[in-house]
């Protein structure tokens, strides 16, 4: 191993470590508040939605799947629904109404008063992830958003902001990971045992 890369290792490693001690010297309320959104809409027989762009689909899709599948605890399945994994439909409304509603449109269909969005852009400006949002408040359902340190638009929607301060992409969906296991952790505390 040269000393190069295990330098870029060792950096790397530690700057997703400081950010997330950041976060947690900030930020553990907004992280408590959306756990507890989720638990009482799930309590209450609601839903979870989720979207995102990349790298943050793919973290809805984590985050979703936890929920669904499980996280620790062996339970009954909860309703979670990535709203970026159906090809069809997400190719059908970017071609019909453009590409800012593949989200919203979605949420129109799916989500109910009651249910919360999970609304992940690290930058805050994701138009089709605003558009969803808009979509939920306007069908009285909570939004809970993940962003980085510049919040945009997003932020204003959702009645809790989960804003990393960085503008690192991959460090900003590093934490937002570790703070989709956190919320799937107390959902499963708080629900199962």
Not at 2 to 14: S, V
Not at 113 to 128: C, E, F, P, V
Request: proline content about 2%.
């Amino acid at each position: 191993m040269t000393d190069h890369f295990a330098d870029l290792i060792r950096d790397q490693l530690q700057a997703s470590a400081d950010l997330k001690l950041q976060v947690l010297g900030h930020h553990l309320e907004a992280i408590y508040n959306g756990a507890f959104m989720l638990v009482e809409s799930l309590r209450a027989g609601g839903k979870i939605l989720l979207c995102g762009n990349g790298g943050s689909a793919a973290d809805a899709q984590h985050i979703a799947a936890e929920l669904v599948g499980r996280f620790r605890l062996e339970r009954a399945p909860l309703p979670a629904i990535a709203l970026t994994t159906n090809a069809s439909s997400l190719t059908a409304i970017a071609n019909d109404y453009g590409y800012e509603g593949v989200f919203g449109r979605q949420v129109a269909a799916f989500g109910r008063a009651g249910d919360t969005l999970i609304a992940i852009s690290t930058s805050g400006k994701s138009r089709n992830v605003i558009v969803a949002a808009e979509e939920a408040r306007s069908l009285g359902i909570k939004v809970v958003g993940l962003m980085g340190e510049s919040a945009g638009h997003l932020a204003p929607l959702c009645e809790v902001a989960v804003q990393v301060p960085s503008s690192d992409v991959a460090r900003i969906q590093e934490v937002h990971i570790t703070i989709g296991h956190i919320w799937c952790d107390i959902v499963e505390k708080s629900l199962f045992e």
